[in-house]
């Protein structure tokens, strides 16, 4: 049962343009969402999170939103930057089940200059 | 600061064989988490580790077993291997209050069972 689910396994962007990743999830219980990026032979590192009380956090290029009754979330990355090049995987959390992060599959981000 | 440590970075193991990962928290973090990654997939939660106890259990069977020192460092043991465990393990570490930024990840061990 795949319960974080990312549709679109790669993503061909050109620089400065708009970046969209999607997620879905099947698990109402998640309190928790976030973004990771990955680049190879790096571990994934933290982009931004988004608590499941809101619907928007933004930090800088990077922008989640979250819409609870579709169970989706997306990361938006305005302006998209060659060095925005990697995979791309969120991952959702629930406190309850001690914060242990469910993973989607992954986008690959390519960002052309 | 040293983030998330991992050793060894990569590794060659033969069907049958017992392999040992080790892994060291980020300073001030005292949780520790691993995870699989197969190729071309997203990270999958193995087990989790706290006061140096397993909190937390994953989908995986017994010959996936670990162990949390009192220093926060803690090991993945893999018994009997199986080609099917060829993959990434990448040992997360959080603080106990688990901020918002989730989890610290290391930068993983690449285990290739032939």
């Known amino acids: 049962d795949q319960q974080v689910k990312q549709n679109s396994p790669s993503l061909s962007v050109q620089e400065g343009r708009i970046s969209i990743l999607n997620c879905d999830y099947t698990n109402s219980m998640f309190d928790y969402f976030l973004w990771y990026k990955k680049y190879p032979a790096e571990g994934p590192t933290f982009l931004i999170s988004?608590?499941?009380?809101?619907d928007k956090n933004e930090d800088g290029r990077f922008t989640v939103f979250l819409n609870k009754s579709a169970k989706h979330l997306s990361l938006h990355i305005v302006p998209s930057q060659p060095g925005d090049s990697a995979v791309y995987f969120c991952?959702?959390?629930?406190?309850?089940?001690?914060?242990?992060?469910?993973f989607g599959g992954g986008t690959r981000v390519l960002v052309k200059p | 600061d040293a983030g998330v440590t991992q050793s060894p970075t990569h590794l060659i193991k033969t069907r049958g064989q017992q392999v040992t990962l080790r892994c060291s928290p980020k300073s001030g973090h005292d949780t520790v988490s691993w995870y699989q990654q197969a190729l071309g997939q997203g990270p999958q939660f193995i087990f989790q580790y706290y006061e140096e106890e397993e909190r937390q259990r994953g989908n995986f069977p017994d010959r996936f077993s670990g162990h949390q020192f009192p220093n926060y460092s803690s090991e993945l043991n893999v018994n009997a291997l199986l080609l099917g465990d060829s993959a990434l393990y990448l040992c997360?570490?959080?603080?106990?209050?688990?901020?918002?930024?989730?989890?610290?990840f290391g930068s993983g061990t690449r285990l290739t069972v032939v």
């Open positions: 991952a959702a959390s629930r406190k309850a089940a001690g914060n242990k992060l469910t």
């Open positions: 988004i608590s499941s009380i809101k």
């Open positions: 997360a570490s959080s603080s106990p209050t688990w901020d918002f930024y989730g989890y610290t």
